[in-house]
């Protein structure tokens, strides 16, 4: 996508072109078998559709030149092109819900339906709101590249709320069978690792890939062999990766040497605690609970509020922790009932465990979690 | 090229006095210079108190008029600048500059090509 946007300069020609490559390529591929480098021959074909179509469309001009124009050599670099296209979805004259839900279309390949779901908005508003910021793109003429070093520091929050939603969005998938679709967390790590590189003067890129590292560290803890989930304090550490667990706090630690704490460092500290703990008996709660109330001074949104009182419970107590939770509006949220039946089920109130328990079961559409959440409530 | 309309909003009532007013002009007459000898410019105005502007509606083969602007509100456009762009980014920075020395919300919006 990010390649053919800079060769056709148009974000609907490019989505149209890829999305014929790729019908090609579901027609072709069984029969021929899968050509050496899948994404180049996508990227050939589409751009041959998109010739094909400028030249159909018009029959001399302005867009005869432009088909002409089509035939340029390679891109020098497949990673800038990326990056220009983060940086156009994310672009400030763009609102923030549609600078995300541009890059997960765009950029993360998620479905519009699966958007909506991360967003808990309805199908249509979605479809709307990605066809208005395409058209904001084309009209206002948003430009399509990497900005200036100087406007970098304003123009890299929302690139980086963009790629934690697409990693969240890899690891806790909304919808389907699998409970995590680790071809997104590798697209949210991999953009991040760039970004990184292109920007090492900015602590919270470092933070948001620590973060992201950590998380992914306990992947193969995370599920047992037939798939079903596995919650952070039954996980079997010795299979978390010791690579990954390595980097994320070696990254943490750099960012606390350099003492310019924003939110995504603070979460990466929270999640390298946790890593720290051979045990989860071990795990040092007044750390993280230290860590989560900056969190809350930086950020005080509802689900840090959610998060923090899980933290609270293992310090304080359960009822102290219920308080918290009780009064928080987030009746929609699986998590928010998860959260409540597990501190229910610690007070002995196990009937309204049980019902807190179906409540989440109701409200997530992931099956893993939904038959996890089902059997704690009939455990 | 694009082209772009800055609109500047001003809320209504009184010109400021001068001591406010002169380095606003100053600034605005700088920019618009610059405008110029950069090729952006293409047209600029500012504009009469939103109570001297008439609406004209077209009903049944007949015109109805009103006195005053078209939309309510406390602030209207107090003036407004045409340029040209290359893109979004370089229309913003005009449109920030504009902000800067009016201290007024500018509003940055597209011609249809």
């Not at chain 2, 010109?15 to 007013?21: A, D, Y």
């Not at chain 2, 609406?55 to 040209?84: C, M, N, S, Y």
Request: aromatic residues 4%; proline residues 8%; glycine residues 6%.
């Amino acid at each position: 996508m990010a390649v053919l946007t800079r060769l056709l300069g148009d974000l609907d020609l490019a989505e149209e072109a890829v999305q014929e490559a790729f019908t090609v390529a579901a027609d072709r591929w069984p029969s021929d078998g899968m050509p050496p480098s899948p994404a180049g021959w996508i990227i050939t074909t589409a751009r041959r559709r998109a010739v094909d179509h400028l030249r159909r469309e018009s029959a001399r001009g302005a867009k005869e030149a432009e088909a002409a124009r089509l035939h340029a050599p390679e891109p020098a670099s497949e990673e800038t092109d990326l990056l220009r296209l983060i940086f156009t979805c994310c672009h400030p004259a763009l609102g923030r819900e549609a600078q995300v839900a541009l890059t997960l279309r765009l950029l993360g390949g998620l479905t519009t339906p699966e958007i909506a779901r991360a967003f808990l908005v309805p199908e249509a508003t979605m479809a709307q709101r990605i066809v208005r910021a395409k058209a904001k793109i084309r009209d206002a003429g948003i430009p399509y590249r990497v900005p200036e070093q100087a406007k970098l520091p304003d123009r890299l929050p929302p690139v980086l709320a963009v790629l934690y939603l697409i990693f969240n969005a890899g690891y806790a998938a909304g919808s389907g069978p699998d409970l995590v679709r680790d071809d997104l967390c590798a697209e949210a790590v991999r953009l991040s690792r760039m970004l990184a590189a292109l920007m090492p003067d900015e602590p919270e890129v470092a933070g948001l890939l620590a973060l992201q590292l950590l998380i992914s560290a306990r992947r193969p803890a995370r599920t047992t062999v037939d798939g079903s989930l596995v919650r952070l304090a039954d996980q079997d550490r010795s299979r978390w990766d010791a690579a990954l667990v390595a980097e994320g706090q070696e990254l943490v630690r750099a960012c606390v040497r350099r003492g310019r704490p924003g939110p995504y460092q603070l979460q990466a500290a929270i999640n390298a605690v946790h890593s720290a703990a051979a045990r989860a008996e071990a795990t040092d709660w007044p750390a993280i609970l230290q860590l989560y109330d900056q969190l809350m001074a930086l950020t005080p949104t509802p689900v840090v509020a959610l998060n923090r009182a899980v933290a609270v419970a293992e310090v304080a107590g359960p009822a102290p922790a219920l308080k918290i939770v009780e009064a928080l509006a987030l009746d929609r949220y699986h998590v928010f009932h998860a959260v409540r039946a597990d501190l229910l089920a610690r007070l002995g109130r196990a009937d309204e465990a049980r019902d807190a328990y179906k409540r989440a079961a109701q409200l997530t559409d992931n099956e893993v979690e939904r038959a996890h959440l089902l059997a704690e409530a009939h455990r | 090229m694009k082209t772009y309309l800055l609109s500047v909003y001003q809320p209504d009532g009184p010109t400021p006095p001068p001591e406010v007013l002169g380095p606003i002009m100053e600034g605005l007459a700088a920019l618009n210079r610059e405008l110029h000898d950069t090729g952006a410019f293409v047209f600029t105005a500012g504009l009469c108190p939103p109570d001297t502007a008439t609406v004209i509606r077209a009903k049944d083969g007949d015109v109805l008029l009103t006195d005053g602007p078209f939309t309510e509100g406390k602030e209207h456009i107090g003036g407004f600048t045409v340029i040209q762009a290359p893109d979004l980014d370089a229309a913003l920075r005009w449109g920030e500059r504009m902000a800067a020395i009016t201290t007024l919300p500018v509003e940055v919006r597209p011609f249809a090509s």
